[in-house]
């Protein structure tokens, strides 16, 4: 099979396309077809050596991680029944940016009102939306801030804030990235590349501040926005474009009384959140969640994709194409 392989830790150079022995599923594993995978930051912060407590990995490895696609083959253990559906979940560690990947049993069918590219782009940062969802207040008439707002989950966060009847104030880098997040359905939009962005979000909720904030740019960013969170509020460090998390002091949100969330209660083995694949794919078909799709590249381009994501060029998801 052909397979994109990170050789060592390094910029998006480092990424070479190979020719791999086939895998075999073992016991627990199901081998996919893989026709769409997803690639999200984090996977660029991985190539470069970063995160490692968080992610086990040394090169050479094949990236990738939500993949959706054709059952070809199951392990020993494994009902036969799933062979020929088309699925969409996780590989079974890395490996979905290849033309044959393993995954577990934890996949979902996809139905037929959706189709696989839709399925596979919500189905990563939809799960973690839809954990955020459950995680937070009842977000109906408050005053909720997204940062990186014009990401693949910004956008999902804007849409399940507006259905649920919150103010909505969007934060991202340029006018084209704020006009994508006002079609989402976001009320407020601010520039956060000028200087006192964060002023305008206070005068933008008559200086009470935001009830909610999803913040998902990490580094300084997120140290601004969690000025702006009020007292007795609700926030959620959940992304590092930047290249960390929000560094936000953890007695300094106590003696403020916010509530603070962070990546370990997104983690599937850490997390109180009991949201599950099949509830983003059964969200997504009834219309809730509504992935934005950038850019499809093929196997051979992972690493432009890299570096589209690194130079934040994209406008909601990128997605590699296979099958």
């Known amino acids: 099979m052909r397979a ?24 627990g594993q199901v081998l996919v077809e893989v026709e769409f995978a997803d690639v999200i930051f984090v996977e ?18 094949v990236p990738g991680g939500t993949l959706g696609g054709r059952v070809r083959a ?7 029944n799933w062979i020929g559906k088309t699925v969409v979940g996780r590989a079974d560690g890395f490996g979905a940016h290849a033309e044959l990947a393993l ?8 139905p037929p009102q959706l189709d696989l590219q839709t399925a596979v782009a919500v189905y990563g940062d939809g799960l973690t939306a839809l954990m955020l969802e459950e995680l937070a207040p009842s977000m109906t008439g408050q005053d909720v801030l997204i940062t990186a707002s014009a990401g693949g989950m910004g956008l999902l966060l804007i849409q399940l804030a507006h259905k649920a009847g919150a103010h909505v104030i969007a934060a991202a880098r340029g006018e084209e990235k704020l006009r994508l997040s006002r079609a989402q359905g976001a009320d407020v939009l601010f520039d956060y590349s000028k200087p006192s962005w964060e002023k305008l979000v206070l005068e933008a909720t008559d200086n009470r501040g935001a009830d909610i904030v999803f913040e998902g740019a990490g580094g300084g960013l997120g140290a601004a926005a969690f000025s702006v969170v009020k007292d007795g509020g609700w926030f959620s460090a959940h992304g590092a474009p930047s290249g960390n998390f ?3 002091d953890p007695a300094e949100a106590t003696r403020r009384g916010v509530t603070l969330k962070g990546i370990m209660d997104l983690r599937a083995d850490s ?22 799709i950038d850019q499809l590249y093929d196997l051979d381009h992972l ?15 990128a997605l590699i194409q296979i099958g």
């Open 271 to 292: 997390t109180t959140a009991t949201i599950t694949g099949t509830d983003v794919i059964t969200r997504a078909a009834a219309g809730d969640l509504t992935p934005v």
């Open 246 to 248: 929000a560094p936000i």
């Open 103 to 110: 995954t577990t049993t934890d996949l979902v069918e996809v």
């Open 303 to 317: 690493s432009t994709a890299h570096q589209a994501l690194e130079n934040r060029t994209l406008r909601g998801k």
């Open 74 to 80: 199951v392990g020993p253990d494994v009902s036969a």
């Open 4 to 27: 994109a392989v990170v050789t060592k830790f390094g910029g998006p150079d480092v990424i070479e396309t190979r020719d791999l022995p086939d895998p075999e599923p073992g016991a």
């Open 44 to 61: 660029t912060a991985i190539r470069r050596g970063g995160h490692g407590k968080f992610f086990d990995v040394e090169p050479p490895y």
